[in-house]
C-alpha cells in the first residue's frame, strides 16, 4: 500500500506555475521533502519542510519553490513559480526518518509525478 502519493504533474510553458500535492497516508512526523529527477540523470533533493513548518531549499530552486504543509489533511504541497525547461522530470515526495531536513535518510517514498516545461 501506497503511503505518499503525488499529484499535479502536467504540462507548462516556461515562466507559468504549477502546484504539485502529495497525499500522506500513514504518518504526518519525519520531515517531508520534494525530489527531482531530470531525464538521464540522479534524484536530487529541492525542498525540505519540518514536521513544525521549517523549510529548506537547494539553490536551484530558492525564490521560485514554495514548500507548505498540512499536518490535519496530512498533504505536503510544492508551489512551482517561474518554470524552466531545466525543471523538466519527475518530482518525488518522500518522508525523512528525522524531523529535520536533509536529502538523505528517507524511507518512503512516492512513485512521483511528471513535471514538462515546455513551449
Known amino acids: 500500500q501506497l503511503q505518499l502519493v503525488e499529484s499535479g504533474g502536467g504540462l507548462v510553458q516556461p515562466g507559468g506555475s504549477l502546484r504539485l500535492s502529495c497525499t500522506d497516508s500513514r504518518s504526518t512526523s519525519g520531515a517531508i521533502s520534494w525530489f527531482h529527477q531530470a531525464p538521464g540523470k540522479e534524484r536530487e533533493g529541492g525542498s525540505c519542510?519540518?514536521?513544525?513548518?521549517?523549510?529548506f531549499y537547494a539553490d536551484s530552486v530558492k525564490g521560485r519553490f514554495t514548500i507548505s504543509r498540512d499536518n490535519v489533511k496530512a498533504m505536503v504541497y510544492l508551489q512551482m513559480n517561474s518554470l524552466k525547461p531545466e525543471d523538466t522530470g519527475v518530482y518525488y515526495c518522500?518522508?525523512?526518518?528525522?524531523?529535520?531536513?536533509?536529502?538523505?535518510?528517507?524511507?518512503?517514498w512516492g512513485q512521483g509525478t511528471q513535471v514538462t516545461v515546455s513551449s
Open positions: 519542510i519540518r514536521t513544525g513548518g521549517s523549510t
Open positions: 518522500a518522508r525523512r526518518r528525522y524531523s529535520s531536513c536533509g536529502w538523505t535518510k528517507y524511507n518512503y
